[in-house]
């Protein structure tokens, strides 16, 4: 069961992330100091409320808001993937395939 801290601290988390998804740059040291944490902190923290490395949050928050995108049909795959901060179109696919189990061009 999560407690109300940390479903804030998820929250938190989860809005830093949000802040940045455009940023290619954007990676776990940078989550960990926005949140005052350190690296293994936020590791052993997210891990232990969602069961994700700190890697695979960031990967499945940018995942998610790809989808939403793909579904509305307001840009090309290309403008997605560059738009939730992936720098290679190849990775993105094969990153949402795995996520969502159908390439992105077919999502739609």
Same mark, same amino acid.
């Given at each position: 069961?999560?407690?109300?801290?940390? =479903?804030?601290?998820?929250?938190? $988390?989860? $809005?830093?992330?949000?802040? +940045?998804?455009?940023?290619?740059?954007?990676?776990?040291?940078?989550?960990?100091?926005?949140?005052?944490?350190?690296?293994?902190?936020? +590791?052993?923290?997210?891990?232990?409320?969602?069961?994700?490395?700190?890697?695979?949050?960031?990967?499945?928050?940018?995942?998610?808001?790809? $989808?939403?995108?793909?579904?509305?049909?307001?840009?090309?795959?290309?403008?997605?993937?560059?738009?939730?901060?992936?720098?290679?179109?190849?990775?993105? *696919?094969? *990153?949402?395939?795995?996520?969502?189990?159908?390439?992105?061009? =077919?999502?739609?």
């Amino acid at each position: 069961m999560v407690s109300s801290v940390e =479903e804030r601290f998820i929250q938190q $988390a989860i $809005a830093v992330v949000e802040a +940045h998804l455009s940023d290619s740059t954007f990676d776990v040291e940078t989550l960990s100091a926005a949140l005052n944490l350190s690296r293994m902190q936020l +590791h052993r923290k997210l891990k232990a409320l969602t069961n994700q490395s700190a890697t695979e949050f960031v990967r499945q928050l940018r995942l998610q808001r790809a $989808a939403d995108l793909l579904r509305q049909r307001s840009a090309s795959v290309s403008e997605v993937a560059f738009g939730v901060g992936f720098e290679s179109l190849s990775y993105f *696919a094969k *990153a949402f395939r795995d996520q969502y189990g159908t390439v992105p061009s =077919e999502y739609k």
